[in-house]
Structure formats: structure tokens, C-alpha cells
């Protein structure tokens, strides 16, 4: 791949880890709505005392993955944003690689051979960090893949929730709007997650 392609390429990356990072910052904030509608599920649940108890193990348990979510996605986004550091830095490395191929293949440069040494270790150097880029966009792609178990898992607890709140009749009209939110919430929280590994696919 020729200078000038990697550097569209750095461009291109720089861009959707951009992105990524703004759909983690929406995600993170979707999960601290969860962990506080978790936390009202809780109250109420300590109101409604035994006839609740397993709807309250419910919400104990969102809140608890909830919390989890949040310190992941802020991690996955510190991640993404260090990466996108990286690719801007690259990138600004392959224009001076340009510059130095330009000087080197000018007919009138008579001491280019004294910037090869130069453009060499830069090039190296360039091929070092694309190198420690993709390993670092792979632990993204894990951690992505993480969360997005994470997710899966409130949902399926969060329609189970639906089913407890039936249990208890006197309880159930506003343990329901809990459920729903929560359900919600994390239907909303996936797509984020679906759509950062959908971009990232495209780097």
C-alpha cells in the first residue's frame, strides 16, 4: 500500500473511531438511565416488601450490569479515542513520508541518499504503529463484543422482570412501566453498540 492510500486509510479510520466514540458516550448514558431506574425499582420494591422479592433480585441484578456497562463503555470510548489519537499522528507521519518522497525523486536533489536513513526509520516507524493500531482496534472489537453480551443479557432479564411484576397485582400497572423503561433503555443501548461494530467493521 503506497504512502498516499494509508493515509486516506488513517483519514478513514480517524473518522469512525469519531463516531464510535460518540455512540459509546450515548450508550454510557443510557446505561446510567438504566442503573436509576433500577434504583427506583429497588424503593419501590422495599415498599412493597415480600410480595416483590423477585423483581427486586431482578433490578438488583440490571443495576448491578448496568453499573458494569457504564465503567466498559467508558473504558471501550477512552479505547476508541487513544486509537483515534494514534491514527491522526500516523497520519501526519505518512504526509512527511509524501514530502520526503517527493524530495527524494526530484531530478535536481542531488544529496537526497541524506535524508534516506531519515525517510527509512520514519517509514518503519509508520508500519509500527499501523501494526500496534490494528491490535488495539481488536481489543476494541472485543470489548465491543463484551458489552454487547452485557446488553443482551439486561434484556433478557428485563422481559423476565414483565413476568414477576404479574405476580403482584397491587404492584403490577407500575412495576410494568419499570420493566418497559428498563426494556427500553437497553433495546437503545444495544443499537449503539450494534452500530460501533458496524462501523468499526469498515476500518
Known sequence: MTS???QKTQNKAYVA???ISRELY??????QEVSLIAKNARALAVRAGDKVLGFKAITDFIDDLATSTIQLARQINKQALDIAHMAA?????EFGLDQFQIVMEHPEATHANSITKVHDALK???LERNKEQRKNLNILISNLNDIQQEIRSAGIIALNAKVESAKSPEYQASLDVIADDILHST???KERID???????NI
Open 89 to 93: 499522528e500516523v497520519q501526519r507521519k
Open 124 to 126: 518503519r516507524d509508520v
Open 17 to 19: 473511531l469519531a463516531k
Open 187 to 189: 433495546n437503545q443501548i
Open 26 to 31: 450515548l450508550a454510557t448514558s443510557k446505561a
Open 195 to 201: 452500530r460501533s461494530q458496524s462501523i468499526i467493521k
Open 4 to 6: 498516499r492510500k494509508l
